[in-house]
Nanobody
Framework: QVQLVESGGGLVQPGGSLRLSCAAS????????MNWYRQAPGKERELVAG???????NYAASVKGRFTISRDNAKNTVYLQMNSLKSEDTAAYYC???????????WGQGTQVTVSS
């Protein structure tokens, strides 16, 4: 009954901001690395940002300085703050949970982000 449920996507103008949320349940959230991936039509799914159980973060070069990943273990939620959005950020964004101690990786259903004027 593992669930990852994304929210916060929508239509935004270039230069605008959105905050995505991913609410997790059914596993010990605090022990997992949490990631945000995105996939645009015709392109490969790519890792946007990740945050480990200890709080170490990493970002794709294309979003570094504009996006911030964070987690609230008390709420079993991971966030992606997206600022200075560009049309190139348009994609379906997916929440992912992974651990070297779990053979499975878990995925949310995705939330659409469209950046357009």
């Amino acid at each position: 009954q593992v669930q990852l449920v994304e929210s916060g996507g929508g239509l935004v103008q270039p230069g605008g901001s959105l905050r995505l949320s991913c609410a997790a349940s059914g596993f010990i959230f605090s022990r997992y690395t949490m990631n945000w991936y995105r996939q645009a039509p015709g392109k490969e799914r790519e890792l946007v940002a990740g945050i480990t159980s200890s709080g170490t973060t990493n970002y794709a070069a294309s979003v570094k300085g504009r996006f911030t990943i964070s987690r609230d273990n008390a709420k079993n939620t991971v966030y992606l703050q997206m600022n200075s959005l560009k049309s190139e950020d348009t994609a379906a964004y997916y929440c992912n949970a992974a651990s070297i101690y779990d053979r499975n990786a878990y995925w949310g259903q995705g939330t659409q982000v469209t950046v357009s004027s």
